[in-house]
Each structure stands twice: as C-alpha cells, then as structure tokens.
C-alpha cells in the first residue's frame, strides 16, 4: 500500500458556511422596514387628516362665493334687474343648500355634523329672509317700481347675511388653523416617537445582541476549529447522515484513508457500501440498521475495505444516533479509523500464539482449544467420533546429533508437511513440541481412523529428502477415538501419549490405538516413577545374589548383583520394569552408585567371613550409567573407599550401550579399564555387535545371552553357533559366561563346548546375601533348586 502521510486531499471543506449574523441582521431590517411602513402610513393617515382640514378652505371659499352672490343680489335689486335677481337667487340658493350638506360638483364640503353647524343655522334665518325678499323683488310686475322698502329690506338683510357668513368665515378659518396645528404637532410626535424607538432598538437591542453573537459565532468557530484539527489529529475520517435528507457528508480524511479523493463529491452513503468488503458489507448494515431503528444507540465494528486500487484496508466504524424532539433517529453519525496496521500485528500475535514458528503447524495450547471444542460438540450433539493421533518420531535425536540442529529442523519441517498432506480435512495438524506432534481428525469412525494410522506408519518409512541427506525416521502412533465418554482435552491427549508409548516400546514405526489396560499400564508406570523418584533406597531397596560357577570345576566364586524392590506391598516390582523407567527418570544414576556401594560394601564382608579375596562381584551398569560424566568418579570414589575389592567388581555392560554408534562408549569402556574395573558385555546376541570388533572394548568376559542357551538342547545349529561364539571369544582372551542355564543337558551341552562359567536357576535362583554367603562357602548343594 502507498504510503498514506504522502497523499493530501485537494479539497477542504469550509469551517462553516454561512454567519447566523447574516439572519439576524435579515430579521432586523424586516423589523425596521415595518416600522418604517407603520411611520409611513401613520404620516400618510396624518396627512389626509391634514387634507381633510383642507377642505374647509374649499368650505371656505363657497362661503365666500356666496357672500358675492348676496352682494350681487344686492346689487341687481339696486339695478332693479329683477331677471339678474330671479337667477342670482337660485345660485344663492344652490350655494346656500352647497354649503350646508356639501357638493362634489362644486368641491364643496358641507358643514352637516361639522361643529360649525350651529352658525350656519343662525345664518339660515338671514338667508331665508334674504331670499324671500329677493324673490318678491324678483316677482314684482316689470312695470311697477321696486318698493323701496323691500329694497331697503333686502340690503340689511344682504348686510346682516354678510356679517354672518363672515363670523362664520372667520369661525371656519380660525378653526381649520388650530386643527391644522395641532395635527402638525401630532405627526411631528409620532415621527420623533418613530426615531426614538429606532435608536433605542439599535442601541439596546440589535448591537448587544449583535455583539453577542459575534461573540458565540467567533467561540463556535473556534471550537469548529478545534475539533476539526482534533479530527484530522486523529486522522480518523468522518461521516455524517441526515436521514430525513438522506445525505451523507465525507471528510476530507476518507480521501486520505482510502485514497479516493472523488467521495469528497458524493451525497450518499452508497460510495461507502461500494468499498466495503463484499463479506463484511451485511456486518455493517446491520450495525447501522440498528442505530436506525433505536436498538442501540452506539455502534462499533471492524470492517475491512477495499480502495479503488485494490488494496485492503481494515477500519474501525464507530457511531452515534442523533433523536428528534419525539425520539425518532433523525441522524447518524460517526468515524473510521485505520487499524489496518493493529490488526497485522494483532493477526500476527494470535499466530503466534496459536502457531509453532518452525513448522506454522499450530502449537499445543491451540491444539488443546480445539479438542476442547470437539469434546464439546461431541457431547451435545451426542453423535459421531473423532480421532486424535500422537506421533512420535524415531532418530530424531540421531539426526539432530549426528547432522546438526538444521538439518534436524528440516527434518520437523518435512514431517510437518508430511502430515498435513496426509490428514483429511478439516483435520488439524499439531506440533506439540519437540519431535511430538499430534493430529486432530474429526468425524472419523475407529475402521477409518485406523486405517488412516496405517498409512501415516507406511508413509513415514519412506526417507525424508534433507539437502543433500536422506533420512529415515519412523512414526510411533498413538490413536485414540474420541467420544462422548471423554470431557476434555487433557485426558484424550493424555490416552494417546499412552498408546504412543505402547506402540514404541511395542517395537517402533507402528501404531497402537489406546485400550484401558494401557491406562492401568502407563498409571502403574506413573506409580512407579513416583515411588522411585521418592524412595528411601537403605530402607525400601534391597540386594539378590545370583551365582556364576565354572562349569569345568564347579567352583563358586561369582556372584550376580540383582536390584529388588518391594514397590506398593503387593507383588514386588520386577527390575525389568522398574530399571527402565529408573533410567527414563535419571533415578539410575544414583541407584547405580548405591548399588556400587552396596556390592562393594557385601564383598568386603563376605571376604572376612570366607577368610579369601577370590570371589568376585558382577554389577549390572545401564546404558544410561555408563555414560554419565559422573560416572568415572564414582568410580574412582569407590576405589579410594574400599581399596581391596574394586578390582574384583565386575561391571556388566549391556551390548546395546557398547553397540551405541552415537554415544561412542570407546573411551569410556577404556577409563573404566584404567580405573581398575573388569567389563563384561552383558546379554550378548540380543544386539548387533559381532564378536571381530569387540576386541577394541578392553572387555574381560562376554555373557551369552539366555535365549541361546534355551535353543542348543534341541537345534543343532544353535549350539554350533554356540561352539563358534565361545571359541572365537576364548580365541580374543574372553571369558564366555552361559546366561539362563537351567537344564543338566544344558549343562552337558556347555561343558561339551568349553564354556567356561555359568549361571541359572539350575545352579541357584537370586537370593539374599547371608544364602549366598552359605552357597559360596559351599554349605549347601549346588542343584537344589532346578
Ligand atoms: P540380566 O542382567 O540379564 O540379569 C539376569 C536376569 O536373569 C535376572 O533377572 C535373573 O533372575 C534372570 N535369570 C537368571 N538365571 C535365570 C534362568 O535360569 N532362567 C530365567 N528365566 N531367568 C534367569 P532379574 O533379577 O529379574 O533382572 C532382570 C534385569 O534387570 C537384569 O537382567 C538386569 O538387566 C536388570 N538389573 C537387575 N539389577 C540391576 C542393577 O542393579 N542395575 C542395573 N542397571 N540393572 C539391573
Ligand atoms: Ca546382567
């Protein structure tokens, strides 16, 4: 993957797209605009009042208009034109009815309902004489001279009528001034009112509050600021859904995270879903329906996605739900964050932990997990068997010791594939430890799953192909099937280590499936283990004496050392069980060494009391012993604590420990030699060694192993090869001892061919020291016990 710090988005979003004082102040100037419209119409509204007003002057001067018509009435009757008078009088009258109740036609108002009605109708009395006058001059015949009383009449009328409609002129004017005033005075209040509320607004209401928001703007700024450097500080990409909407913001980190700058561009979660791994798609929808829905109200997953490039990318969704007012989810909202890298190393640890380095087969704490899980299914589903193999592997060690600890790691390497390439699916293959590895097969029945062992015993006979080495290291198979009767994993392994080691001590390179005599086997072993590890050996372990007599003069001078053991009370142990496994343990060192003691310690005893140094003591030493670095010392110890018997303590030295190429016991044979020891080879035939190549082992005698013994009465070979074994040894300087002799013909036979010493139930079983004091002084009879 490219290296993300490199990769920087084109775009930024904003911090915030528009200013809340940009409402405010839309708010305030439609506040404004009202009042200024209120203050418009309320001048307006004054104005017409103020109009209004006016319109007494048009009142006004049809008043005057008709103090003209009364003065031209007047005049006419002066002129004595009574025609003049007939029509300025119906003009008079029109004017007068004008005045009174108003005429558009003339733009006259009126003066009904006005306060200065009751002028006007103390001027009508003037005016209805007026008029009464001027019509009867009117109507006075053409030829008859206008009396001069109504003449007389009709000019203090028109005289009286003028000072009337003049009071009432002035009355009007003088009015109409004071009402013109006073609403001059009104509109001029209402304007200062107007300004006074403006500024009050201005200065007490819009700039605090102005200022305020200006000052959360700048604090909310800062704090968009703030998270968003948190956000890109934790370099986590954001998301954010309107679910009302449906749409769906990107942060600019998704561009960085997953190198596709064109989400920044997308509106909907769709982009998202695209790059969500086909598998973990269904995971994460159903995260999100359940913040949908209300189930939860916090999501967290791990989800792996896939940039357009086509390289993988784990995240971890996190979200949160946003509610409305009535509770429904309104919005979503969350992060991802790379964990691409945590989760590498996190999968590396648990293959770590689950995986043995060498071979990637999964190590034994995983192994056990998975039996674990298998007893368990096998227990609730109450049906089906499975099978569980321990392998283990011979001549691992030989080539580890002899080819080195890589080729012996190649060699784990091959078994490993060896077994993977042979176990069915869905088994799982196991190195435990060591050379020990272990399969898991589920499912399986016992006719398959021994049928499977078979074939794993034949497929690791085949050599193993190591650089330019070829090796052969055979499997030892434990197997054992599983079922309901087991309840964990420990006790299955346990049952197939035991049938492992059955299938080993039973001969190597085949396998054994686990009975119940082999655990009552292997908890006898394990009682035995114990009881030795912990054993008082003065008090608990005891020595037998088996002789050894020349055959030719019936001489009684040897004596056998054998170990006994009482063990748990029942039947004694025998020491062909118990001395291997005191071996296995490394209990043998120091039993060897007690047995040294004590021997040397009886034969000390036994001298003073036969009053001769010639008998001689044969100790058994175990492969193990004589290997051990310890070992020379201790002999060299026993030689400085009892000087006059080390030379007659003769050690028996099993064929297979001298055969033993790897250990090369040359050197070891040769210091015994040097400390003083006589060797004998101990059970020869049982082992590969041939008698040309035991002269470079310094030996002192060789014991001929008691199967052949058993043979030479009845098979004529048999004792030609006898004759063959004990003439060449006695040709390299041996001495031959006959193991097992417990016959008279046996006896005949071995005398026949110079065998020179014997031992055998025929001359005396192993018995305890004071018997064998007796047998050696010669106080009790030699075949009594055949
Ligand atoms: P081994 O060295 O072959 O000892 C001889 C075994 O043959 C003895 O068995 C003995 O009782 C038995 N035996 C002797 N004559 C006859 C016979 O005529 N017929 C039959 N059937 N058996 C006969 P034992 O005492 O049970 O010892 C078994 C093995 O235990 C010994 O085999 C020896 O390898 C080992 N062992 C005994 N004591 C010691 C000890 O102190 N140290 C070590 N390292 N091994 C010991
Ligand atoms: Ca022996």
Redesign the pocket.
């Known amino acids: 993957m490219a290296d993300r710090d490199d990769y920087r988005p084109v775009k930024q979003q904003p911090l915030s797209e528009t200013s809340p004082l940009k409402g405010l102040r839309a708010r305030y100037l439609i506040a404004f605009g009202l009042i200024a419209t209120l203050s418009v119409v309320a001048f307006l509204g004054l104005g017409y009042l103020v109009l209004q007003s006016e319109k007494w002057t048009s009142t006004l001067s049809g008043a005057e208009l008709q103090r003209m018509v009364s003065q031209r009435i007047a005049k006419a009757a002066e002129r004595d034109s009574r025609g003049e008078i007939a029509r300025e009088v119906v003009v008079f009258e029109r004017m007068q009815h004008a005045i009174r109740y108003g005429d558009p036609a003339l733009g006259v108002q009126g003066l009904t309902g006005s306060a200065f009605e009751p002028l006007f109708i103390e001027l009508n009395g003037t005016y209805s004489e007026l008029t009464k006058t001027a019509r009867a001059i009117a109507e006075t015949p053409g030829d008859e001279a206008v009396a001069d009383g109504l003449l007389e009449s009709l000019r203090e009328q028109e005289r009286a009528y003028l000072t009337g409609m003049n009071n009432l002129i002035l009355q009007i004017r003088s009015t109409t001034r004071a009402e013109f005033k006073r609403l001059e005075l009104l509109h001029l209040v209402v304007l200062a009112l107007t300004l006074a509320t403006l500024v009050f607004e201005l200065a007490f209401v819009f700039e605090p509050a102005a200022r305020r928001i200006k000052l959360q703007w700048q604090k909310l700024q800062e704090s968009e600021q703030r998270f968003n450097l948190a956000v890109r500080g934790s370099q986590n990409a954001i998301w954010d859904w309107d679910l009302t909407s449906g749409k769906f913001y990107y942060s600019p980190m998704w561009a960085i995270l997953l190198h596709d700058e064109r989400l920044l561009d997308e509106t909907t979660p769709d982009a998202w879903f695209r790059l969500v791994t086909s598998n973990e798609l269904n995971k994460l929808n159903d995260q999100l329906e359940q913040l949908k829905t209300g189930v939860t109200d916090v999501m967290s997953t791990e989800i792996e996605m896939c940039t357009p490039c086509g390289d993988r990318v784990s995240v971890l969704c996190r979200g949160t739900s946003v509610r409305d007012a009535s509770g429904e989810v309104v919005r979503l909202a969350g992060s991802l964050a790379d964990i691409t890298e945590q989760r590498r190393v996190r999968e590396k640890l648990r293959e770590m932990a689950e995986q043995d380095a060498l071979t990637g087969l999964v190590n034994r704490g995983y192994f056990q997990e998975r039996i674990e899980l298998q007893v368990l299914r096998t227990r609730r589903d109450a049906q089906g068997t499975y099978a569980v193999l321990f392998f283990d592997f011979d001549g691992f060690k030989a080539v580890n010791d002899a080819l080195g600890h890589n080729v012996g790691d190649e060699l784990l390497i091959s078994i490993a594939r060896r077994l993977e390439e042979m176990t069915p699916t869905p088994g799982v293959v196991s190195r435990l430890g060591g050379d020990e590895f272990a399969v898991l097969v589920p499912g399986i029945g016992p006719e398959d799953a021994t049928r499977l062992a078979g074939r794993l015993v034949e497929r690791f006979r085949e050599p193993h192909k190591l650089g330019t080495h070829e090796v052969v290291s055979t499997s030892s198979i434990g197997l054992v099937i599983g079922d309901q009767e087991y309840t964990d994993a420990d006790a299955l392994l346990r049952d197939a280590d035991t049938a492992m080691y059955a299938a080993k001590v039973g001969g190597k390179s085949q396998y054994c499936v686990f009975d119940e005599s082999m655990r009552r086997d292997s908890m006898r072993r394990l009682r035995i283990e114990t009881g030795l590890l912990n054993a008082d050996f003065d008090k608990e372990l005891s020595?037998?004496f088996?002789p050894i007599v020349d055959l030719e003069s019936g001489a009684r001078e040897r004596v056998?050392?054998?170990?006994?053991w009482p063990g748990f009370g029942e039947e004694p142990v025998?020491?062909?069980v118990f001395?291997p496994i005191?071996?296995e343990t490394g209990v043998?060192i120091e039993?060897?060494e007690w047995?040294l003691i004590e021997a040397a310690k009886r034969l000390q005893e036994w001298d003073a009391r036969l009053g001769h140094t010639r008998t001689s003591v044969h100790?058994?030493?175990?492969r193990r012993?004589l290997l051990h670095p310890r070992f020379v010392e201790q002999l060299e110890s026993l030689r400085t604590r009892h000087p006059g018997v080390y030379e007659r303590l003769v050690l028996?030295v099993?064929e297979a420990a001298i055969m033993d190429r790897r250990s090369n016991p040359i050197d070891r044979l040769r210091e015994i030699r040097e400390a003083g020891y006589k060797l004998t080879l101990?059970?020869f035939g049982t082992g590969h060694s041939s008698l040309s190549c035991l002269h470079q082992f310094s030996l002192h005698a060789i014991?001929i192993?008691?199967s052949f013994?058993m043979e030479i009465e009845h098979r004529r070979e048999f004792a030609a090869l006898y004759h063959a074994i004990v003439t060449l040894s006695q040709n390299l300087g041996l001495t031959t001892i006959a193991?097992?002799?417990?016959t008279r013909g046996q006896l005949g036979q071995l005398q026949g061919i110079g065998c020179s010493l014997g031992?055998?139930?025929?001359f005396a079983?192993?018995m305890d020291a004071e018997n064998t004091l007796r047998f050696l002084a010669g106080e009790t009879e030699m075949f009594e016990a055949a």
């Open positions: 020595l037998a088996q056998e050392v054998l170990l006994r025998r020491p062909d001395i005191a071996e043998i039993l060897g047995v100790i058994n030493i175990s012993q028996e099993p101990d059970n014991k192993d008691r013994v193991m097992g002799v417990e031992q055998g139930y025929l079983r192993p």
